[in-house]
């Protein structure tokens, strides 16, 4: 069966791109050659994107803003406003379904557009949903999605709440690249990143956008403790790298953006890191446990709080409290041991394989 397959994504945060280019890999894979990934956001307006972009990045310093655009968002789901989200982007997704008439709209945002979208048979094409968060913000559900994808268990009792029939929602896990699922030979990766084998490694991940307050101050503190190696992964704030550089700490290695970041989830023995959806389902694939810095209220927080419950994580709110979770738990063997199992239990595998099954079947059916 040949398939138009149309994913859509957006630019806040690296995560909705890289879940979008792991589910058009997987469908390739599968001989379904016909994928078109579109950032609607950027490609619709992308003046507008830009400046939401920047307020995004800003809102880690304002949280109690965002949490009220956030919560308050949710209350507006039923309301005629929320109409101008519904229709954003929709006229270029008109442009693109003429070009390319997918089969069928794969949204790793919640995009509510391409509910309005018809094929050339002026029937509507169908929509899944991948809710890329392990909390389901109501811009997420629509009663004429046809299906969706979530992380676990505990979200599909949340949709059920919602009225969104069982048969409606799948536990797949959320998707990321293959990379994190592969077994790598540890010693090549220590010497590749110019590592010591006997010093334990603790992993900084500030994100795409590089954004961590306090990261010189953890950096300084975890830096005078000679038995561990840190790694900081800056993304693409370069004045951050640069400021860190100049740190000349002997114990610390500083990246930018770093393609194959798996290699250092693999030899690390922790995590700092912002609770993004998508970083926390890397970590889960690779086992790493998890220092969740100060979450921001929404999405973030959200997630944070529900692997705090899992026992996989721990939330530090502000740079003392990291440091010393951080050391206490690099310490504690057991403690770390207890946090990869309970991971193991969390982690859904192959969540890009089982997607791509299941929407398959639906369309064939």
Same mark, same amino acid.
């Given at each position: 069966m040949n398939l138009n397959i149309l994913i859509t994504t957006a630019p806040f945060g690296n995560g909705h791109k890289m879940v979008?280019?792991?589910?058009k890999n997987a469908f390739i894979n599968k001989g379904y050659n016909n994928v078109y990934v579109v950032d609607l956001f950027t490609e619709a307006h992308p003046k507008i994107t830009e400046t939401i972009k920047r307020a995004y990045i800003k809102s880690y310093d304002f949280g109690d803003a965002y949490s009220k655009l956030y919560y308050g968002s949710e209350k507006l789901t039923d309301k005629r406003v929320i109409e101008l989200y519904r229709i954003f982007g929709l006229k270029k997704l008109e442009e693109i379904t003429k070009e390319f008439n997918p089969d069928l709209i794969i949204?790793?945002?919640?995009?509510?557009?391409?509910? *309005? +979208?018809?094929?050339? @048979?002026?029937?509507?094409?169908? &929509? /899944?949903?991948?809710?890329?968060?392990?909390?389901?913000?109501k811009l997420w559900i629509s009663e004429e999605i046809d299906k969706f994808y979530i992380a676990t268990n505990e979200l599909q009792e949340e949709l059920k709440k919602m009225n969104i029939p069982v048969e409606k929602t799948v536990v797949s896990g959320i998707p990321v690249r293959d990379a994190f699922e592969e077994?790598?030979?540890?010693?090549?990766?220590?010497t590749k990143f110019n590592f010591r084998?006997?010093? *334990? +490694?603790?992993?900084? @991940?500030?994100?795409?956008?590089? &954004? /961590?307050?306090?990261?010189?101050k953890v950096c300084i503190e975890l830096c005078k403790n000679k038995?561990?190696?840190?790694?900081?992964?800056?993304?693409?704030?370069?004045?951050q790298k640069a400021k860190l550089?100049?740190?000349?700490l002997k114990n610390l290695k500083v990246f930018g953006f770093i393609e194959n970041i798996d290699e250092l989830y693999k030899i690390s023995s922790c995590m700092i890191t912002k609770s993004g959806g998508i970083t926390l389902s890397e970590a889960l694939a690779v086992q790493i446990p998890l220092v969740i810095i100060k979450p921001v209220p929404g999405q973030e927080k959200e997630n944070a709080l529900y692997f705090e419950k899992k026992g996989a994580a721990i939330i530090a709110d502000n740079a003392y409290q990291i440091v010393n979770s951080t050391?206490?738990?690099?310490?504690?063997?057991?403690?770390l041991n207890a946090m990869r199992k309970n991971m193991?239990?969390?982690?859904?595998?192959?969540?890009?394989?089982?997607?791509?099954?299941?929407?398959?079947e639906s369309i064939e059916k």
């Open positions: 979008a280019t792991a589910l949204n790793t945002f919640p995009i509510l557009s391409p509910l *309005k +979208i018809k094929n050339n @048979n002026n029937k509507n094409v169908p &929509v /899944f949903n991948i809710v890329t968060d392990f909390y389901v913000h077994i790598d030979n540890l010693s090549k990766l220590y084998r006997g010093k *334990k +490694i603790v992993l900084i @991940n500030s994100g795409a956008f590089g &954004v /961590f307050r306090d990261i010189k038995t561990i190696q840190v790694a900081v992964v800056c993304g693409n704030n370069k004045l550089d100049e740190l000349g050391i206490e738990l690099i310490n504690d063997p057991t403690m193991k239990k969390m982690y859904n595998k192959s969540s890009s394989e089982k997607i791509v099954d299941d929407v398959v």
